[in-house]
Nanobody, 114 residues
Framework: QVQLEESGGGTVQAGGSLRLSCAASGRALRFIELNDMSWYRQAPGKQRELVATINHYGTSDYANSVKGRFIISRDNAKNTVHLQMNDLKPEDTAVYYC?????WGRGTQVTVSS
């Protein structure tokens, strides 16, 4: 059992930055380091899409739409994953969700205005 909670969302002007955080807790934390952690996002009327993934060793992968702008990182000792979001664009507006295997956070709203 794992609980995930996102934070750091908000409203920002285009070109600005935000840093999202996801804190994990629960009885299954002993094994959380063995699996990937990811950030997804979902905009109104659109399907949820994978934004970034990071594995146990720190190797990351990104959606083409955010490459060069977003950086995912994790601190296994602190059971935390982050998403540094730079040069934000209006099309980045969405609810951002933290994901660990079958577990999901409730999401944090990111709004980018032009």
């Amino acid at each position: 059992q794992v609980q995930l909670e996102e934070s750091g969302g908000g409203t920002v002007q285009a070109g600005g930055s935000l840093r999202l955080s996801c804190a994990a807790s629960g009885r299954a934390l002993r094994f959380i380091e063995l699996n990937d952690m990811s950030w997804y996002r979902q905009a109104p009327g659109k399907q949820r899409e994978l934004v970034a993934t990071i594995n146990h060793y720190g190797t990351s992968d990104y959606a083409n739409s955010v490459k060069g702008r977003f950086i995912i990182s994790r601190d296994n000792a602190k059971n935390t994953v982050h998403l540094q979001m730079n040069d934000l664009k209006p099309e980045d507006t969405a609810v951002y969700y933290c994901n660990y295997v079958a577990y999901w956070g409730r999401g944090t709203q990111v709004t980018v205005s032009s």
